[in-house]
């Protein structure tokens, strides 16, 4: 076992946004025999898993699974359907767009990068006009694909990817759409086949509550057709042979076996919930974690109210303190551990996830835990937070259709 020299009672507050707290029953699962991944059993479970998959991403198209980080999952995204050299339309929303427009760097593509300058880009989601009146101009089709990310889990802001889809359409114009929802599967709605993403690229360790490990891409029709086209190598990566083999359950390779158990029981409990309840649960926590927010005189780093995450909220902090200081305290005197700032935001801001397992008694036990760091870190607070998120949650208890601000 990790050794520390720190003895703390209870359970720890993993309130990252992701990893996210992995639930009991999911553990226990991930603890069964590990199986012959050739016999029986095995194609049994895999088929389970694969079509369980697809009713979370909304989908009726093949998705593949990988024994990977989300990361992973980017670059399978890019090496199927691209050749070397091509251009593709990246946005900049905050860090994980940047490192997946390094990714594509890396792999020998031209990425073009929009957005706005300084940290503005990294407070507000996908300006779809941008990418709409930029494809516009391509008339020579150079551009092969638009690559977006719904939720930016650095800065807690979605992004709206039917008015992607729409951009793209209005422009006439034939790139492929890739959108990574790794932190936003599960948690925040998405629809891979109404909203005509050609590959979708998600994790296990956010809104699915498992460990890293696994990872996804949902692949259109004309995403697969565009990998036989294809020639960045892949290998590891490539879709055909995974796909043909799933049809009966299998992979070429040795899966996660363990992790597919998980996988299976994370099923289980978000469709036994039903996914429009799990997308209403995280708007409702993420809604009272804004109140907690305003009413300590914080500001959130989403600026625009319409596209605020269900899965994270970003929390600014007033010049002259360190959020990694505040973190610190918090971890150490609290046992809970929040988001760093990441890129551009580093020390500026932290992160309080509230996905996944979250209900309304982690969240108050999580702002309560914020509220007494930021008074040990003689942050001025205007009001209590605390109270404001009670007052929010009940008044959303009372009358569930109400959407509070
Ligand atoms: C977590 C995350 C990633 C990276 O996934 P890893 O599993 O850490 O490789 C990429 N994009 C987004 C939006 C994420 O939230």
Redesign the pocket.
């Known amino acids: 076992m990790l050794k520390l020299d720190f003895h703390p009672a209870g359970r720890h507050f993993l309130q990252i946004?992701?990893p996210s707290p992995v639930p009991d029953r999911i553990l226990r699962a991930m603890s069964f025999p590990t199986i012959d991944h050739r016999g029986p059993e095995f194609g049994a479970l895999g088929l389970q898993v694969l079509d369980g998959i697809k009713k979370i991403f909304k989908t009726e198209q093949p998705v593949v699974i990988y024994p990977a980080?989300?990361?992973?999952a980017?670059e399978a995204a890019l090496t199927n359907v691209l050749s070397a050299g091509d251009h593709v339309l990246m946005y900049e929303t905050g860090h994980?767009a940047t490192?997946?427009k390094k990714m594509a760097e890396a792999l020998g593509l031209q990425p073009e990068f929009l957005g706005e300058p300084g940290i503005e880009g990294w407070r507000r989601g996908v300006q779809a006009d941008r990418i709409e009146e930029r494809l516009r101009r391509d008339s020579a089709h150079q551009i092969k694909a638009v690559c977006v990310?719904?939720?930016?889990?650095?800065t807690g802001v979605t992004s709206n990817i039917a008015a992607v889809r729409q951009a793209i359409d209005a422009a006439g114009h034939p790139a492929l759409l890739l959108v990574?929802?790794?932190?936003?599967l599960a948690s925040a709605d998405y629809r891979h086949d109404e909203w005509g993403v050609d590959v979708t690229?998600s994790?296990s360790?956010?809104g699915l509550m498992l460990p890293?490990g696994i990872?996804f891409n949902a692949v259109s029709k004309k995403a697969l057709a565009a990998s036989k086209q294809a020639t960045l190598p892949k290998a590891f990566w490539a879709w055909g042979e995974i796909i043909e083999m799933n049809a009966t359950g299998y992979w070429p390779y040795t899966p996660s076996t363990n992790l597919l158990y998980g996988l299976s029981e994370a099923l289980d409990m978000i469709l036994g919930e039903g996914l429009d309840n799990v997308f209403a649960r995280h708007e409702r926590l993420a809604s009272a974690c804004r109140a907690a927010v305003n009413a300590w005189g914080l500001e959130i780093q989403c600026a625009d109210p319409s596209v605020y995450s269900p899965v994270l909220t970003g929390v600014m902090m007033p010049s002259g303190f360190d959020a990694d200081t505040i973190r610190k305290t918090i971890y150490e005197n609290f046992n809970m551990s929040l988001g760093t700032g990441l890129g551009k935001m580093k020390g500026g801001m932290f992160r309080i996830g509230h996905l996944g397992e979250a209900n309304e008694l982690t969240l108050m036990a999580t702002l309560a835990g914020c509220e007494m760091g930021l008074k040990l870190a003689d942050v001025a607070l205007a009001d209590s937070g605390v109270v404001a998120a009670m007052a929010n949650l009940t008044e959303q208890k009372k009358n569930p259709v109400l959407k509070v601000a």
Do not use: C, R
């Open positions: 946004p992701g980080s989300g990361t992973g980017w994980f490192l997946w990310v719904h939720n930016e889990t650095s990574d929802t790794i932190s936003g690229v994790g360790q956010k890293p990872s």
